[in-house]
């Protein structure tokens, strides 16, 4: 299976700051990346699809870029609500895998 | 509007099997993949496989091959996962999600929390 590789595996960052969170796959996977915010208990949200198309619903300052074997996500101004853990997720050959996670808290 | 209900909470003793279910609504259910995804406490998110509620076909990860089983029955719109041989580390989290049919997840399940301890 392709292995993604996600950095940092936490951060803490003041309101209003950017925030840059990277996933590396294994191998070329094009752009088939998604991205994933979960707050403690509950499911994952789809924020990000297909590396850079944004979910319906999401609010802007969520981007993501990247193909091949880098991606980038990043919360232009980071708010209150944001805290969580975000994950990336590929898919490739019909089998999927999840980043590590990176845990984003307010300093 | 969609919803994705799963079965309750289990506990199991090491080497036992557990079969976990996520009844669907509101839409067809052979329209959408259905994959499950496990987290282990305080862990990451972790694919276990797909359904194709349609064919019944299914596609693992490697890690699970030999050891998980999913399957469907169309008559009310229920997916299966079931994970034998099991082992503590196996405690975690387990939750069934709509695929949107380009490989991302619209819709979770609550959640299954499956506990293994002797």
């Known amino acids: 299976d392709i292995q993604m590789t996600q950095s940092p595996s936490s951060l803490s960052a003041s309101v209003g700051d950017r925030v840059t969170i990277t996933c590396q796959a294994s191998q070329d996977i094009s752009n088939y990346l998604n991205w994933y915010q979960q707050k403690p208990g509950k499911a994952p949200k789809l924020l990000i699809y297909d590396a850079s198309n944004l979910e319906t619903g999401v609010p802007s300052r969520f981007s993501g870029s990247g193909s091949g074997t880098d991606f980038t996500f990043t919360i232009s101004s980071l708010q209150p609500e944001d805290i969580a853990t975000y994950y990336c997720q590929q898919y490739d050959n019909l089998r999927l895998t999840f980043g590590g996670g990176t845990k984003v808290e307010i300093k | 509007q969609v919803q994705l209900v799963q079965s309750g909470a289990e506990v199991k003793k090491p080497g036992a099997s557990v079969k976990v279910s996520c009844k669907t609504s509101a839409y067809t259910f052979t329209d959408y993949y259905i994959h499950w995804v496990r987290q282990a406490p305080g862990q990451g998110l972790e694919w276990m496989g797909w359904?194709?509620?349609?064919?019944?076909?299914?596609k693992y990860a490697q890690k699970f091959q030999g050891r998980v089983t999913m399957t469907r029955d169309t008559s009310i719109s229920t997916t299966y996962m079931e994970l034998s041989r099991l082992t503590p580390d196996d405690t975690a989290v387990y939750f069934c999600?709509?695929?949107?049919?380009?490989?991302?997840?619209?819709?979770w399940g609550q959640g299954t929390l499956v506990t293994v301890s002797s």
């Open positions: 359904i194709n509620p349609d064919s019944g076909g299914t």
């Open positions: 999600a709509r695929d949107t049919n380009t490989w991302s997840y619209d819709y």
